[in-house]
């Protein structure tokens, strides 16, 4: 069965017509009578908007096709793999922003008296390291890693099928400011090490 059947007969299922499936999609009208027509076949994205809405598998829905079924896993693994990154890198941030990684240096007067010594007194997670200089980028890092992990989990397991490219796409553009904002934070951190308080 062709991609066009199938999705004719799913919207007639629902008892939707081609403007409520539409919208539910967010896509033109035109774009769906194309589609049941044959005419044009639907982007990736698309494809998966649908397949979300109607709670089935974007595989299920294309052409019944040796090739067509390949690259569509193809496209679900990757799209898998990229989620799975974005997962394991803020995870990975999370995971050392609260390790004890960045020397906290300060004064340390010897037993005799006389001129303190500048020296390692212990060592401080990144969070705190950058909270220490009144700088609150280690915090918000730390959230938002833990927003880009809650929106891969969404996708992932289609928590809000309606909205699912929407989410991806505030996904990817969250985990490259995330990206930004983890260097800053270290950078930040870094330079701190070495700041001498006056005496």
Request: glycine share 4%; hydrophobic share 45%.
């Given at each position: 069965?062709?991609?066009?059947?199938?999705?004719?007969?799913?919207?007639?299922?629902?008892?939707?017509?081609?403007?409520?499936?539409?919208?539910?999609?967010?896509?033109?009208?035109?774009?769906?009578?194309?589609?049941?027509?044959?005419?044009?076949?639907?982007?990736?994205?698309?494809?998966?908007?649908?397949?979300?809405?109607?709670?089935?598998?974007?595989?299920?829905?294309?052409?019944?096709?040796?090739?067509?079924?390949?690259?569509?896993?193809?496209?679900?693994?990757?799209?898998?793999?990229?989620?799975?990154?974005?997962?394991?890198?803020?995870?990975?941030?999370?995971?050392?922003?609260?390790?004890?990684?960045?020397?906290?240096?300060?004064?340390?007067?010897?037993?005799?008296?006389?001129?303190?010594?500048?020296?390692?007194?212990?060592?401080?997670?990144?969070?705190?390291?950058?909270?220490?200089?009144?700088?609150?980028?280690?915090?918000?890092?730390?959230?938002?890693?833990?927003?880009?992990?809650?929106?891969?989990?969404?996708?992932?397991?289609?928590?809000?099928?309606?909205?699912?490219?929407?989410?991806?796409?505030?996904?990817?553009?969250?985990?490259?400011?995330?990206?930004?904002?983890?260097?800053l934070t270290f950078i930040i951190a870094v330079l701190n090490i070495d700041t001498k308080p006056n005496l």
């Amino acid at each position: 069965m062709k991609f066009q059947d199938k999705l004719k007969q799913l919207r007639t299922e629902k008892d939707l017509t081609q403007e409520e499936l539409a919208k539910e999609i967010c896509v033109s009208r035109t774009l769906i009578t194309k589609y049941e027509t044959g005419v044009t076949q639907p982007t990736k994205e698309n494809l998966q908007a649908i397949a979300v809405f109607f709670k089935v598998e974007a595989v299920d829905l294309i052409d019944d096709d040796d090739t067509a079924i390949a690259k569509s896993k193809t496209s679900i693994i990757l799209e898998a793999i990229a989620s799975g990154f974005i997962a394991i890198i803020n995870l990975l941030f999370i995971v050392i922003a609260w390790s004890p990684i960045i020397p906290k240096k300060g004064y340390m007067y010897p037993p005799g008296g006389g001129e303190p010594d500048w020296i390692e007194l212990y060592k401080t997670d990144v969070v705190t390291a950058t909270l220490d200089m009144g700088n609150p980028i280690g915090i918000i890092t730390f959230i938002s890693c833990i927003v880009n992990i809650l929106l891969t989990i969404g996708i992932v397991f289609k928590i809000v099928p309606e909205k699912y490219n929407k989410v991806k796409i505030t996904n990817y553009i969250l985990f490259a400011l995330n990206i930004i904002l983890v260097a800053l934070t270290f950078i930040i951190a870094v330079l701190n090490i070495d700041t001498k308080p006056n005496l």
